[in-house]
């Protein structure tokens, strides 16, 4: 398998632009998770989804952002418009059926708002 | 809200040595994982256990559940494992991980 895919690995982008992460979970695994890592504050949870449904997005910081799954193998995380601040590495990260718990991490996007 | 706290922060050793990493929860938690984060960026997710020992090669992670306590040990420590190790668990009930800080561990050739 190929593991977590996401893209792009790398986006430079200016303030107020609109910003959307790609992520495609490993096949048959029905959890998908969106991961922010910053030196400030490590890696935080922001939404995680089951079966595509988004189970607890308490970890979403504002209204700028957003993340969708249209359907199990591919969701996007979509920052508008985006700051300064959301500069971070961003990863997705998949899982099976539950009573697996093992997650996949996908290699991340290192995002930098100017 | 779990409190994950990790400790060394980070930690410097010779090749050869074994390693020890440590983990403290406040809250009882449904299981606790040891993530492994290479230099390049990559995340690995090396053990996930809810009680007793796991070993997978030179890594053994152990938790006391009562004392609310996980370790990670490293034998025969080499260079190629200097990365930063993280700490995470998930509660009963939820299952979004709440991560420690990590420990960066650097060995020396």
């Known amino acids: 398998d190929a593991g977590v895919i996401q893209s792009p690995r790398h986006e430079v982008t200016e303030m107020g632009q609109e910003v959307t992460l790609r992520c495609k979970p490993i096949?048959?695994?029905?959890?998908l998770f969106w991961y922010r890592q910053t030196m400030m504050r490590g890696l935080e949870l922001l939404i995680y989804?089951?079966?595509?449904?988004?189970?607890?997005d308490s970890g979403m910081p504002e209204d700028r952002f957003s993340a969708k799954m249209p359907n199990a193998s591919f969701s996007t995380l979509k920052i508008q418009p985006s700051e300064p601040r959301d500069s971070a590495v961003y990863f997705c990260?998949?899982?099976?059926?539950?009573?697996?718990?093992?997650?996949?991490f996908g290699p991340g996007t290192r995002l930098l708002v100017l | 809200k779990n409190e994950v706290e990790q400790s060394p922060q980070n930690l410097t050793a010779q090749e050869g040595e074994f390693i020890t990493i440590n983990c403290s929860y406040s809250?009882?938690?449904?299981?606790l994982h040891w993530l492994q984060q290479h230099p390049g960026g990559g995340i690995v997710s090396l053990f996930m256990?809810?009680?007793g020992k796991k070993k997978h090669g030179r890594l053994i992670a152990t938790i006391n559940i009562q004392e609310k306590h996980s370790s990670l040990h490293i034998t025969a420590s080499h260079p190629r494992d200097s990365a930063v190790y993280i700490c995470?668990?998930?509660?009963?009930?939820?299952?979004?991980?709440?991560f420690g800080t990590g420990t960066r561990l650097t060995i020396i050739p």
């Open positions: 990260a998949s899982r099976g059926l539950k009573g697996s718990e093992t997650q996949y």
């Open positions: 989804f089951n079966n595509n449904v988004p189970i607890d």
């Open positions: 096949s048959g695994h029905n959890s």
């Open positions: 256990l809810s009680s």
């Open positions: 995470a668990v998930t509660n009963f009930g939820n299952e979004k991980l709440t």
């Open positions: 809250v009882g938690i449904s299981a």
